[in-house]
């Protein structure tokens, strides 16, 4: 079992800045694999970026490439998406998420969230 919590979300204007955090605790956490959701009001959850369980793998959805960064720190069992140049679509509830197969498309467990708002 792994139990995942986000913290990081907030409000920000557009063109701005954020990290969002993921802590992971269960004994084995850092052999999964991790990633970023993001789920707006009215749409379907959306991979946004995920690792590979030693960080030497990633994959990133087009409409975030070169704007956002996952990174993880297994010695602190956390998990990273750093966002640059915010824009008010970005406006969702993040998800962190952590899977063992069929990287990067299943995942077993899930955080609760983290607002994040972009005004323009």
């Known amino acids: 079992q792994v139990q995942l919590v986000e913290s990081g979300g907030g409000l920000v204007q557009a063109g701005g800045s954020l990290r969002l955090a993921c802590a992971a605790s269960?004994?084995?956490?850092?052999?999964?694999?991790m990633a970023w959701f993001r789920q707006a009001p009215g749409k379907e959850r959306q991979l946004l970026a995920a690792?590979?369980?030693?960080?030497?793998?990633?994959y990133y959805a087009d409409s975030v490439k070169g704007r956002f960064t996952i990174s993880r720190d297994n010695a602190k069992n956390t998990v990273y998406l750093q966002m640059n140049s915010l824009k008010s679509e970005d406006t969702a509830v993040y998800y962190c998420?952590?899977?063992?197969?069929?990287?990067?498309?299943?995942?077993?467990?899930w955080g609760q969230g983290t607002q994040v708002t972009v005004s323009s």
């Open positions: 998420a952590a899977g063992s197969i069929n990287w990067p498309r299943e995942y077993d467990f």
């Open positions: 690792t590979s369980s030693m960080g030497r793998s990633t």
């Open positions: 269960g004994r084995t956490s850092s052999t999964y694999y």
